[in-house]
């Protein structure tokens, strides 16, 4: 459905986009992950016609966006990093001029409506876009990009900014679109494209480090277990007895405490289980544990790994 070949993007020595392929397929919900600056909105502005190549193809449905900017962009819909929004409009109002503007076919007053529903605004389709909260705003972006009921939809880190009840209902629409849609969406943060996408694409520096479905980077990430652990007990004693856990590879004291508790960061093996064993550890010390949670890897570990796993 998505066609990329060699494609890039330079602004004068600076490459924004670095010889980047990838295809995605009908129906498939890809996710595209990397940090700020990595070339993730320049690519998909230009996937979408927003902005040209320096070089490269780009073809949406087998249409190529730069011979057929018109035909492959009404297979497309896009929200952009910034949703052109008119603020001065009502949510009907401005929806009304996106059908327009998108010549779309399909019967007006029905399409809207199911639109409004999908995306749960039809309780604000009357009120000023200026007037709306971060999360509808965002709703209403999305809105605009499925009117005409386009094939492929292109987000553009679509939960920046909301709060996590926001997010989560963003990730379920995505979630349903991408049923009966071809989905890209880009993000920085691995646990979004984690829970929502089959396959993730991870780019740095304009260049694709992997590309894979999803269990597997999933796999590649958590062979150490990392936790955050918050013991009551001696500071000295604990950490040893935590050092002392079988397949635990490391300890460190976070700085973090609570009156005679402390927090510690610890990681243990790959495959290794350490909570039950770190429970009876605690128990049989009366050292009681207040907290215990997983932690996840940041971006920049993410890549250390993968670029680790690639070399070897
Ligand atoms: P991301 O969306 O992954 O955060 P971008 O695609 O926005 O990254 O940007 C990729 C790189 O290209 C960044 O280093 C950015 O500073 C640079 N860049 C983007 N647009 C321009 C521009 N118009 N002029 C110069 N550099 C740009
Ligand atoms: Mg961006």
């Not at 320096?54 to 990093?81: C, M, Q, R, Y």
Request: with cysteine; proline share 4%.
């Amino acid at each position: 459905m998505i066609e990329i070949n060699h494609l890039v993007k330079n602004y004068g020595s600076k490459f924004a986009v670095d010889d980047v392929s990838f295809k995605v397929g009908e129906g498939e919900i890809v996710g595209f992950l990397g940090p700020n600056g990595a070339g993730k909105s320049t690519t998909m502005n230009i996937i979408t016609g927003y902005l040209s190549s320096t070089s490269g193809e780009a073809k949406v449905g087998g249409i190529d966006i730069l011979e057929n900017p018109d035909e492959a962009k009404k297979l497309i819909g896009f929200l952009p990093e910034q949703p052109p929004l008119y603020i001065d409009m009502t949510v009907q109002e401005y929806l009304n001029f996106v059908y327009d503007i998108k010549s779309c076919k399909l019967n007006r007053e029905k399409h809207l409506e199911e639109i409004r529903k999908v995306t749960k605004i039809d309780d604000v389709k009357n009120r000023l876009i200026r007037n709306l909260s971060k999360g509808y705003r965002q709703r209403v972006g999305i809105a605009q990009a499925l009117v005409g009921n386009p094939p492929v939809i292109i987000f553009d880190e679509p939960t920046v900014g909301l709060d996590p009840k926001q997010i989560i209902e963003i990730r379920n629409l995505i979630r349903s679109l991408g049923k009966n849609h071809t989905v890209i969406l880009s993000t920085h943060i691995l646990s979004e494209v984690q829970s929502v996408c089959d396959r993730i694409i991870i780019i740095n520096e304009g260049k694709i480090i992997a590309d894979e479905k999803t269990e597997n980077i999933t796999q590649a990430v958590d062979q150490n277990r990392r936790y955050s652990v918050k013991v009551s007990g001696p500071q000295r004693e604990v950490l040893a007895a935590l050092n002392a856990l079988p397949g635990v590879t490391s300890v460190e004291l976070t700085g973090e405490r609570e009156l005679d508790s402390y927090v510690y960061r610890l990681e243990t093996e790959r495959g290794v289980d350490v909570r039950k064993p770190l429970f009876y550890a605690m128990a049989e010390k009366n050292w009681p544990i207040l907290g215990l949670e997983s932690v996840g890897m940041n971006l920049e570990e993410v890549f250390v790994r993968i670029t680790e796993r690639a070399g070897n």
